[in-house]
């Protein structure tokens, strides 16, 4: 009796993991499918910069061939950064430094909608505009 309980519970078990197995499997696979493509060759787009903090605000149109944000950035100097298990996290833009102190930070947006991805998942589009905005306050 003992050992039928016992093998019930081991392939309750199995199931289970073969069950999280399959969904970390397709979850992965819908992540991939979803996710937008770099777009190849030469493009045009506009850098603003702004933190009402420093009074500073500037605005450049760039061409570039990079296919993510945070290469572009980090190629033409405009960012620091420190890297955490996230990816990467910036820290100053064009010198100007997010200060934990007062819960500084730098928002990224894109067309004016806020990034829903990291700096270096975000992909350039010809024509896009992208903010980077000092935000106080978490």
Do not use: H, P
Request: net charge negative; proline share 0%; with cysteine.
């Amino acid at each position: 009796m003992e050992e039928k309980k016992n093998n019930k519970k081991l392939i309750i078990i199995i199931v289970g993991i073969l069950l999280l197995i399959g969904l970390c499997t397709g979850l992965f696979f819908l992540y991939k499918n979803t996710r937008e493509n770099a777009v190849e060759g030469e493009k045009s787009i506009i850098i603003q910069i702004n933190s009402e903090r420093d009074s500073y605000s500037f605005e450049e149109s760039y061409s570039t061939s990079e296919e993510y944000l945070g290469t572009f950035l980090d190629s033409e100097g405009l960012i620091g950064f420190t890297e955490s298990q996230y990816g990467r996290y910036i820290t100053s833009v064009q010198g100007y430094e997010a200060k934990d102190d007062e819960q500084s930070w730098w928002c990224i947006s894109v067309n004016g909608e806020s990034a829903m991805t990291g700096v270096d998942e975000i992909v350039i589009n010809d024509g896009d505009t992208y903010s980077l905005e000092l935000k106080i306050g978490y």
